[in-house]
């Protein structure tokens, strides 16, 4: 891996150390070669502090160390992208960033839906909404229309027309995602099941 330290007049490089599995940006630090080579050979992130003005392992005092787990450089090598396990709260203050947010998985504009329909579910006597309608109307309605969008998605896969199977198959996660609430639970449930099988 090519990395250019020279850039800088401290020959240091800016490193943002992400969550190898919540994806969420946890810091950033900064790197000589020194650290970097430390980083390598430990399996543990080393910074170089520029307060210490000394190589720094993350965790070498709280026992939170970060595990390399991947590298990337960025397209001028100028920049680091460390993918790492966290070993406990990041951030000095005991957070689990350093932009004080808990460190949970995200699934894009899922978990937005996800949010929605929790809120519509806490509002159900209010909302007027579709989702809350179901809420309303019980686990039972709600288990029906799975079944209903279940079996639609899987009449439109045995037929050729891609634009009827995906909104079938739209039609069919959102209400499955209403189920999870309805149920107490969340992708972050079932993504936990699929991760502990895989291992």
């Given at each position: 891996m090519t990395i250019d330290f020279s850039k800088s007049t401290d020959n240091l490089v800016p490193v943002i150390i992400q969550d190898a599995h919540?994806?969420?940006?946890?810091?950033?630090?900064y790197m000589n070669e020194a650290a970097y080579q430390k980083t390598i050979e430990t399996q543990k992130i080393t910074f170089y502090s520029r307060s210490k003005k000394r190589l720094w392992t993350k965790g070498e005092e709280s026992g939170n160390f970060l595990l390399l787990h991947?590298?990337?450089?960025?397209?001028?090598h100028d920049t680091l992208l460390?993918?790492?396990?966290?070993?406990?709260?990041v951030c000095h203050t005991g957070n689990d960033t350093c932009w004080a947010e808990k460190n949970t998985p995200q699934f894009g504009f899922f978990s937005e839906l996800e949010a929605i329909i929790k809120q519509r579910k806490e509002n159900a006597t209010s909302d007027k909404s579709y989702?809350?309608?179901l809420f309303e109307k019980?686990?039972?309605?709600?288990?029906?229309k799975v079944g209903e969008e279940a079996v639609e998605t899987i009449i439109e896969?045995?037929?050729?027309?891609?634009?009827?199977f995906l909104n079938e198959s739209a039609d069919l996660?959102?209400?499955?995602?209403i189920l999870l609430q309805a149920k107490g639970f969340t992708l972050k449930d079932i993504e936990k099941i699929l991760a502990e099988r895989h291992r």
């Open positions: 919540t994806k969420t940006v946890l810091m950033l630090g991947s590298i990337k450089t960025d397209c001028d460390i993918q790492a396990k966290p070993l406990g709260p989702v809350a309608s019980g686990i039972n309605k709600i288990a029906q896969a045995k037929d050729n027309n891609d634009d009827l996660l959102f209400h499955y995602l």
